[in-house]
Each structure stands twice: as C-alpha cells, then as structure tokens.
Nanobody, 129 residues
Framework: QVQLVESGGGSVQFGGSLRLSCAAS????????MGWFRQAPGKEREGVAG????????YYAASVKGRFTISHGSAENTLYLQMNSLQSEDTAMYYC??????????????????????WGQGTRVTTSL
C-alpha cells in the first residue's frame, strides 16, 4: 500500500507564491504517474498538474499553465507543486495523487481524478487581498 501526505498549504496574499509538498511512503513505485488535484467549495475535484516520474514529462491544466510548476524534487519519493501569481480562483483543498506508470508516459488520464489509485488527505490553500 502507498501512503501520500501533503504539506505546505496555508494563506497567501493575492499574487503571492506557495509551494506544496507530497511525501510518499509504503510500497512506492520507481516509475509512476503522479498529480495534483484541487477542490473548491461547491465545485468538483479537478486536475491541476501531473507528471511521469520516469521521464519527468509534465502536464498542466489550462487554468494554471504558466503559473504552476510540478516537479519531483531531490528528496526521494517527494512531489512538489510550486504555485506563483496566486488568484482567488486558486483557493481550494489540494490533493496529491498517484497511480502505476502507463505506456504512454502518463499522458492519458493524467488530469483525470477517476484514473488515480492513491490519494492524500489534502492541504488547504487560501488567498486574500
């Protein structure tokens, strides 16, 4: 079994930056597809960014492209989400997710919440003026 734990959430001013972390433990995979999702009050959970830990190829939702960066950092089994130019629309609970590696380098379903197997408990991000 794989356990995922998010951290780094908090409150930030409009236009500010925040970095989220996701630590994986248990029966972790050397090659995997991982992603960040978010859910705001009254809205469905949506994919924000995803990546292949094998090739480091990344994928982004149009709403965050150019502002957010997903990466697999120097620490083993750790996923990051660097968020810049934060807007009020970015306020949400952010979740880390993982699933086994796929032949297309994680492309298909990388931002699809129903495609993922493992989930963290989430970390809250809020913005204010």
């Amino acid at each position: 079994q794989v356990q995922l734990v998010e951290s780094g959430g908090g409150s930030v001013q409009f236009g500010g930056s925040l970095r989220l972390s996701c630590a994986a433990s248990g029966e972790t995979y050397t090659n995997a597809c991982m992603g960040w999702f978010r859910q705001a009050p009254g809205k469905e959970r949506e994919g924000v960014a995803g990546m292949s830990t094998r090739s480091d190829r990344t994928y982004y939702a149009a709403s965050v492209k150019g502002r957010f960066t997903i990466s697999h950092g120097s620490a083993e089994n750790t996923l990051y989400l660097q968020m810049n130019s934060l807007q009020s629309e970015d306020t949400a609970m952010y979740y880390c997710a993982a699933r086994p590696y796929s032949y297309d380098d994680c492309g298909y379903g990388v931002l699809d919440r129903d495609a993922y197997t493992y989930w963290g408990q989430g970390t809250r991000v809020t913005t204010s003026l």
